[in-house]
């Protein structure tokens, strides 16, 4: 595994205004980095108040453009970066071929404008997901000594995505490793949560209205990575200098599908919980009717296909061994422990 040896100086993180790309930027500063947070024009800076934040507007659609854009801060404050911890992406799009556009497309103009430009990082880090590898591993080789039924996903298996967020994810994985000698460093996280995340917010505030909706009624082993550890993890990387790597990045535990809502009960208090299971047949045509109307509206549904099929994935298991053992990874939260901090931020930010 190849290292580098010299120390970073900058970043740029992009999606910077996004739900991890906030805590990215935070921890960029905490670190002394010099920061450059890479945002649209219509982002929100709710979160990168900090003065120190260097900012800068990238347009990921034009090539031409973005060129422009990174040739102005070449020449304007001293080079290139040392890192490009590349954030930006979309998990739900009105329509599947916007995956490949926002996913695969954007990764791909910013490469390919910082090599026009002479801008080459020292590394490039590329925040992926577990969700390129899809429904693997899905057959029970349990129960083992802790009544697991399933094996983890190993960097050794084939990814087989089958949700286009997957595939686009997959898709440009595939092309940064393809490209001769570049300094990527690939993470690979599972479902990532904690403050000022919407999605998972989505179950809270459904319990808090005393009912809660799971799916499928074969048994389920799930992973999680909070927030804050997951950018340990990608600055232990970037610190170590680590590149031409994938990692999968969780918390070490495996949950039963219940674990989630059963600590958002616990932290919000909520007595008399209606829980409400559904086959798999009734949320598939839940998800396509969503999305047949989402898209007729040109809106973006929270339930559609690609959704069907994450929901309907039984193993989200990954080995994080190599890991632990190559940049000395240690999570610090369990789910308990997570949950917990989130419930609290919500309720004092009144998101709840």
């Not at 990954?318 to 939260?333: N, V």
């Amino acid at each position: 595994m190849p290292y580098l040896c010299s120390m970073k100086k900058s970043i740029l993180i992009t999606g910077a205004s996004g739900f991890i790309g906030s805590f990215l930027v935070e921890e960029a500063l905490k670190q002394g980095f010099e920061t450059w947070a890479g945002v649209r024009k219509s982002s929100s800076k709710k979160y990168l108040q900090d003065k120190r934040i260097h900012f800068i507007e990238l347009d990921f659609s034009d090539l031409d453009r973005l060129c422009v854009q990174v040739r102005d801060k070449n020449k304007k404050h001293g080079g290139p970066w040392d890192v490009v911890l590349h954030c930006a992406g979309v998990t739900k799009c009105k329509n599947t071929d916007d995956f490949e556009k926002y996913n695969y497309d954007a990764t791909r103009n910013l490469v390919q404008a910082l090599r026009e430009e002479g801008m080459r990082p020292k590394q490039f880090v590329y925040i992926s997901s577990l969700s390129i590898f899809g429904p693997i591993r899905e057959k029970p080789v349990g129960p083992d000594a802790n009544g697991l039924l399933y094996a983890p996903i190993c960097e050794t298996d084939t990814p087989k995505p089958n949700t286009a967020y997957g595939k686009s994810k997959a898709r440009t994985e595939h092309y940064l490793r393809m490209l001769i000698d570049y300094p990527y460093l690939i993470f690979r996280p599972t479902g990532v949560y904690g403050p000022r995340e919407r999605d998972y917010f989505l179950m809270a505030k459904s319990i808090k209205q005393h009912v809660d909706f799971s799916v499928g009624y074969q048994k389920q082993e799930i992973t999680f990575i909070y927030v804050k550890d997951l950018v340990q993890a990608i600055f232990l990387g970037i610190n170590k200098g680590v590149v031409q790597r994938e990692y999968f990045v969780s918390d070490g535990h495996v949950y039963e599908s219940r674990a989630f809502s059963d600590y958002i009960q616990k932290e919000l208090g909520v007595q008399g919980l209606l829980r409400i299971k559904a086959p798999l047949w009734l949320l598939k045509c839940i998800c396509f009717i969503s999305g047949k109307i989402s898209g007729l509206l040109g809106t973006v549904s929270t339930l559609n296909m690609d959704k069907y099929q994450i929901m309907k994935q039984r193993n989200w298991q990954c080995d994080i061994e190599p890991l632990r053992k190559e940049l000395g990874f240690e999570p610090q939260y369990d789910l308990e422990r997570g949950v917990k901090e989130t419930i609290k931020w919500y309720k004092e930010e009144g998101w709840l």
